[in-house]
């Protein structure tokens, strides 16, 4: 599927009440999955247990 094709999709699913903001929200959060999932697949990860750390260290 491409982009334009996922982007007219995520906006047909949208209520029918949905707003400009509503739809612009929904295409810039499957954007940023995207963006991740490319970055997974590059192995541009962070290790769970370094995860955990760092949040362990904002939690004090």
């Known amino acids: 599927m ?3 094709a ?3 999709q995520a906006i047909q ?3 029918e009440d949905a707003s400009i ?3 612009m929200e ?3 959060f499957l ?4 963006r991740g999932l ?7 990860i962070i290790p769970h247990a370094d995860v955990k750390a ?3 260290k904002w939690l004090g």
């Not at 954007?31 to 995207?34: G, L």
């Not at 490319?38 to 541009?44: M, S, T, W």
Request: hydrophobic share 40%; no cysteine.
């Open 2 to 4: 491409t982009p334009k």
């Open 21 to 23: 903001e509503d739809a």
């Open 6 to 8: 996922r982007m007219l």
């Open 31 to 34: 954007a940023k999955i995207e």
């Open 13 to 15: 699913n949208l209520p």
């Open 54 to 56: 760092r949040i362990a």
């Open 26 to 28: 929904r295409l810039l």
């Open 38 to 44: 490319r970055q997974a697949d590059a192995g541009q």
